[in-house]
């Protein structure tokens, strides 16, 4: 296998991208604090990619998220109900849609079902 690792360090921000010859990874440190016991607790973000794209959100559990990846609040069943707008949707297209970022407008929305 072939392997590419390039690391690179802030202040407060740690970025890390590793190709293994199949998939790449960019891991990127958002947020780092202290805990009460001493300890450091991470907010990150980690995009894989093998063709296909896949985004991981690593926070504390209870840290506020919004958009594709839910909101953390520890209820898998309203990920995917919260349309960009703030508008509650049960219609997986539709939320989705809401969420699309295309300033060229080369991405349609999704066809009705």
């Not at 360090?9 to 998939?23: K, S, W």
């Not at 202290?34 to 840290?63: A, C, F, M, N």
């Not at 898998?76 to 060229?104: A, C, H, M, Y």
């Amino acid at each position: 296998k072939q392997w590419y690792q390039r690391r690179v360090r802030g202040a407060n921000r740690d970025i890390t991208l590793l190709f293994d010859g199949a998939m790449l990874t960019l891991t990127a440190t958002i947020d780092s604090r202290e805990t009460q016991y001493g300890t450091l607790e991470h907010d990150k973000l980690v995009v894989r990619w093998d063709g296909y794209v896949s985004v991981q959100i690593q926070t504390p559990i209870k840290t506020r998220t919004c958009g594709m990846c839910g909101n953390n609040d520890g209820t898998p069943e309203n990920d995917i109900t919260r349309t960009r707008r703030g508008k509650t949707t049960d219609n997986i297209n539709v939320f989705g849609d809401s969420w699309q970022i295309d300033p060229l407008g080369r991405c349609p929305e999704t066809p009705p079902a």
